[in-house]
């Protein structure tokens, strides 16, 4: 009964390439969340989503484009992967868009573009 | 920007002591100041939060320590445990707004 699961775990993939990761909440949560977390831990946002609208887009290279086909719902697609794309990527749910909303994060996906 | 800085960047306890972790603030708006727990290999999850109408918040063996005029607030584990090696994670955000700025993190390790 995994609350915010994402797929895949695990990526490797070459330079250039276009990849997606997928996120899912069982949570019934009007919004979604994709954080970048460095090999450092530095945990950043990327993307929010609020009942299928973008409301949060930070300065994120416009290679990574999200998609909420629902709320239950909210992918990232990036294209043209780069080396410094390396990272690994949360999911993260929460009832609602303010901070004091617990955020629910997933189990993240690793990304190591080679 | 970094709005929210956090130290030390690892800390090394022994067990039973305590473990204290600090973060300080530069938006004086900001309103709102949960702590998230991040094992290895897991995503991060809620421990505690504080609002600044209180100066302290007590939750078992954790406790947030918030100073208003300082723009700061700590995270103090009472006798620590190896299970609480993690990296913590500090952060700040407007109630009246969408996101969470996050600290830098800490990695914890508790030695038996």
């Known amino acids: 009964d995994t609350a915010v699961s994402q797929t895949p775990k695990y990526l490797v993939t070459q330079m250039g390439n276009d990849k997606s990761i997928k996120c899912e909440q069982n949570?019934?949560?009007?919004?979604m969340y994709w954080y970048k977390q460095d090999s450092k831990k530095f945990l950043k946002i990327m993307f929010s989503y609020n009942n299928k609208e973008l409301i949060i887009n930070e300065t994120v290279p416009n290679r990574f484009s999200p998609k909420s086909p629902d709320k239950a719902h909210l992918n990232l697609h990036i294209n043209s992967l780069e080396l410094g794309d390396s990272a690994v990527y949360f999911c993260a749910s929460s009832r609602g868009t303010v901070p004091q909303e617990t955020q629910y994060f997933g189990p993240g996906t690793r990304l190591l573009v080679l | 920007q970094q709005q929210v800085k956090q130290s030390p960047q690892s800390l090394i306890v022994q067990k039973g002591g305590i473990s204290i972790i600090n973060c300080a603030y530069e938006?004086?708006?900001?309103?709102?100041f949960p702590w998230y727990q991040q094992f290895p290999g897991k995503g991060p999850a809620l421990l505690i939060a504080i609002r600044p109408d209180v100066s302290e918040k007590k939750e078992g063996r954790f406790t947030i320590s918030f100073n208003k005029s300082a723009k700061q607030f700590s995270l103090h584990i009472m006798d620590s445990q190896p299970g609480d090696s993690a990296t913590y994670f500090c952060a700040a955000g407007l109630a009246s707004g969408s996101r969470l700025t996050f600290g830098e993190g800490t990695q914890l390790t508790v030695n038996p």
């Open positions: 949570l019934g949560h009007d919004t």
């Open positions: 938006n004086t708006a900001f309103d709102y």
